[in-house]
């Protein structure tokens, strides 16, 4: 037996044996002042009748697919209605033919009702389910987009009414019937829907200027932060003769026998000089971070020990 969507995929390339309804002579139509959107609709009434009488077989199957081909051109009329929206026609085309293959498998004639008065919001419902699982750059939770849409109903009917100037949060609230707190989470959601490009240049930027030029990159200074603030300490606890020394080589720059020459003494005198300090700083250091790593350990152990029991 074939599947579903090899069937589907022949429905959608092929035209079937249901066909439109034919219209009525002049003489027989009633006069009509507006014309419904799908007074085109197929006669698919009989058809339903058999397929639910008709068991599982290539038989029900082939019919099945006459009456998705003959709804068809309604599915594509709905997914028209969100075209410009930030999905291709052609896909919004396929979400549609989906929600009328679901549909037409889940009429049930014996209801009475009509197939369209089922299939329209059925299909419609698998579009704006497809905006909503697939078409958000960032995801927020169901409710902020139930939020977002009630507030951009709001807006839209606000905009008529307070022309000139945007409305505030509080009419946007009372128009929605909803808290002040919920209608400013729903405007904030109306800008998750999609995501500006970082090579998109900014508003009123006439030389390129685009959104990546305003990130920060990293700092290399942050990488010896810690290591400055371990020194510190240790800088202090020298004497002034080996401080100024240690000053005028790493933050004046000076060589060392520029600085061997201000301060009166031999520059080999001054490479043990830093040599001995260097060291003794490092070791401290060292030393220290050990000491804190053993004493975390071991109090680690200890809260360790103490749930162990409790959790027993």
């Not at 006669?43 to 003959?70: K, Q, Y």
């Not at 909503?132 to 709001?154: E, G, I, K, S, Y």
């Not at 003769?241 to 240690?246: A, F, H």
């Amino acid at each position: 037996m074939r599947s579903d969507a090899a069937r589907f995929q022949d429905a959608t390339r092929h035209h079937g044996a249901i066909r439109p309804a034919r219209p009525q002579p002049p003489c027989a139509q009633r006069p009509r002042s507006k014309r419904h959107p799908h007074d085109d609709a197929p006669d698919t009434a009989d058809a339903f009748r058999r397929l639910c009488e008709l068991p599982h077989g290539p038989e029900r199957d082939a019919l099945r697919d006459d009456i998705v081909r003959a709804w068809l051109p309604m599915a594509d009329r709905l997914a028209g209605r969100f075209r410009n929206r930030g999905e291709a026609l052609d896909d919004l085309r396929q979400v549609a033919a989906l929600g009328l293959v679901k549909a037409v498998d889940r009429y049930d004639p014996e209801r009475g009702n009509a197939f369209e008065s089922y299939a329209v919001p059925t299909v419609t419902g698998e579009i704006k389910r497809h905006f909503r699982d697939h078409m958000w750059t960032l995801h927020v939770p169901r409710r902020v987009q139930d939020l977002r849409n009630r507030v951009r109903f709001a807006c839209q009917d606000l905009t008529q009414t307070t022309p000139g100037r945007a409305p505030s949060v509080a009419e946007i609230a009372e128009r929605a019937g909803m808290s002040e707190e919920d209608a400013a989470t729903g405007l904030e959601a109306l800008d998750s829907f999609t995501a500006l490009s970082l090579d998109a240049e900014l508003p009123g930027s006439d030389d390129g200027y685009a959104l990546r030029d305003t990130l920060g990159g990293p700092d290399p200074a942050l990488d010896v932060v810690v290591d400055r603030e371990a020194v510190k300490p240790r800088l202090a606890q020298l004497p002034e003769r080996e401080r100024t020394i240690l000053y005028l080589r790493f933050f004046r720059d000076m060589t060392q026998s520029r600085i061997a020459e201000h301060l009166g003494i031999s520059q080999m005198h001054v490479s043990r000089l830093i040599s001995r300090c260097c060291g003794r700083m490092r070791e401290e250091v060292l030393r220290e971070a050990s000491h804190h790593t053993t004493a975390a350990r071991r109090e680690e152990r200890a809260r360790a020990a103490r749930v162990t029991p409790n959790a027993a």
